[in-house]
């Protein structure tokens, strides 16, 4: 499929491009940082570019230290069910920077999620409880935003939510593959992308934006 870019209603949104979702990081994705000169050159199409952060408190409740727990069990809390992460991405911290090699000054709105202590946010719309907003709906929607491009890390779990959020919200969305990485736990990347195309979500490759 190509996509003829750029339209002022297009936005590009970069999922959680972050140090500790990139080797030596505390969450590393698999070949996470392969997807940073993808994005840079990708981010050049686009006028308007959202970033998102993982933001989360020290001894967040999406922390298996928080728990006593292993990373990667899984608990109940009072959303519903939580994977349990290594302490990743706290606020502030080194780990919670962008890779230093994501080039995308032009970028216009960084979006911080999951600074609930006792509230994860995969999705940069919604957070896990699915009734707290984050804004970026009525951001997108005031800038008269229709179509959003999702980047990033991890294609399982936030770049997942984001994408199906965003199909929620009423945009359309296209999900761009070779500018992502997954976790793959148990299977992940191929339901996540099941359960995407369900919600409508397209799937290109960054050549063929442009
Ligand atoms: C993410 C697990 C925990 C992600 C964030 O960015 O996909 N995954 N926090
Ligand atoms: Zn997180």
Redesign the pocket.
């Known amino acids: 499929m190509m996509v003829n870019l750029p339209t002022e209603a297009d936005a590009l949104v970069i999922?959680?491009l972050q140090n500790d979702?990139c080797a030596g990081g505390a969450?590393a994705v698999p070949d996470g940082d392969a997807v940073v000169p993808v994005v840079n050159k990708l981010a050049r199409h686009f006028s308007i570019v959202v970033q998102t952060q993982?933001w989360h408190t020290p001894s967040h409740a999406?922390f298996a230290s928080s728990h006593g727990k292993q990373p990667f069990e899984t608990i109940e809390l009072f959303y519903g069910n939580q994977v349990l992460?290594p302490d990743?991405?706290v606020m502030g911290s080194k780990g919670a920077g962008f890779h230093p090699k994501l080039d995308v000054p032009q970028a216009q709105l960084i979006v911080r999620k999951?600074f609930h202590p006792k509230v994860d946010s995969?999705s940069a719309f919604r957070e896990a409880d699915r009734t707290t907003k984050t804004g970026l709906t009525g951001y997108l929607r005031e800038r008269s935003v229709e179509r959003l491009f999702v980047c990033g890390?991890?294609y399982d779990?936030?770049v997942n939510w984001t994408a199906q959020d965003g199909r929620e919200a009423g945009f359309e969305v296209f999900v761009v593959e070779d500018a992502c990485r997954a976790?793959d736990m148990n299977g992940s990347r191929d339901t996540a992308r099941a359960v995407m195309a369900e919600a409508g979500c397209r799937f290109v490759e960054a050549a063929a934006i442009g």
């Open positions: 999922v959680d979702f969450l993982d999406s992460w990743h991405c999951g995969y890390l991890a779990f936030c976790i």
